[in-house]
């Protein structure tokens, strides 16, 4: 494994095999979920309380924990302080390929939360203007994998760059600020770079963002099983309600993040789809795609097998039918 792709996430333990009928070793107490900006029903699941309804009864408690970006949310996993994390599809199979013992199991939006991005006045036009550039970018998260796919399409590496490790919205400060020369950006604080800022998408390639999706650790999966097919079918429920209510849905957005009602319509009208939920064949290729990709581009050993990690991330059997 390159050492490039043991920096992309921290390296977790050995994968255990799930059976759907194991049984808790122990009582469960608490759900630990996390909620992020770029996933908008979780911050409608949150608002509305609707886990804590769900498991009130049981006496079972929900702990939520913000996620900054797929890396935040991988590496919260792997450490073992949250059971459920919103990351992009393929941010979830580097992990798994890099050992952390995750489950892919949920699709809570279809994005294009992220293209590469230059300031108003800048003279990048094109992938190939970021040679010799400085790069604001956060490992370990879709806009990484996107940038470096769009690198590799220009004949570059990250070798012919200077990627500035950064969190997201760092990365927007680094750009408006002229510290940085492009940044791969990420909604919503793209879309504000874009509103307020006049920063300009200069590469945009929707297909290549890879869905958003929810993950939860192989133990907990393992020794609960029914309480993650409970957790799924309560966030159908705020997906459901996202779609049909968008007022609310950027009421609630509006009010976690205090951006104007124009960044939070862009980021949510133009660039953000809620009717999947279910991880199929369109989820699959998009994400071994992205995979196969970095493979090409030396940033995944040329020795993993990188669709069979994939079928061993992917549990499409956990969410329940819905109507």
Do not use: C
């Amino acid at each position: 494994m390159t050492g490039i792709t043991r920096r992309f996430l921290l390296a977790g333990a050995v994968a255990l095999a799930v059976t759907p009928t194991a049984k808790a070793a122990n009582p469960l107490k608490e759900i630990r979920i996390d909620w992020a900006t770029y996933n908008p029903v979780s911050m409608v699941l949150k608002q509305k309380g609707l886990l804590e309804k769900e498991f009130a009864k049981d006496g079972i408690t929900v702990t939520w924990v913000q996620s900054a970006g797929s890396n935040k949310a991988l590496e919260f996993l792997n450490a073992g302080s949250i059971d459920f994390g919103s990351t992009a599809g393929s941010a979830a199979l580097v992990a798994r390929i890099n050992g952390n013992p995750i489950k892919s199991i949920y699709v809570y939006s279809r994005p294009e939360w992220t293209a590469l991005v230059a300031s108003k006045d800048s003279r990048i036009a094109g992938v190939a203007d970021l040679k010799g550039k400085r790069v604001a970018v956060t490992r370990g998260t879709d806009p990484h994998i996107f940038l470096v796919r769009a690198l590799l399409g220009a004949g570059l590496t990250e070798k012919d760059i200077t990627p500035v490790l950064l969190q997201h919205a760092d990365g927007k400060t680094a750009l408006i600020r002229g510290d940085v020369d492009a940044w791969a950006g990420l909604d919503p604080m793209m879309a504000q770079a874009e509103v307020e800022e006049g920063a300009k998408l200069f590469y945009r390639k929707a297909d290549a963002n890879t869905w958003g999706i929810l993950n939860v650790r192989e133990q907990f999966l393992k020794d609960h099983p029914d309480a993650v097919r409970r957790v799924l079918a309560v966030y159908e429920e705020a997906r459901k309600y996202s779609l049909a209510n968008y007022d609310e849905l950027k009421k609630t957005l509006i009010a976690v993040t205090k951006l104007p009602e124009a960044v939070v319509d862009k980021q949510l009208k133009e660039r953000t789809e809620l009717t999947h939920s279910r991880i199929g064949a369109p989820q699959r290729e998009s994400i071994l795609a992205a995979g196969l990709a970095l493979q090409q581009a030396g940033v995944v050993d040329a020795k993993v097998d990188v669709k069979a990690t994939l079928d061993a991330l992917i549990d499409d059997q956990v969410l329940l039918p819905t109507n």
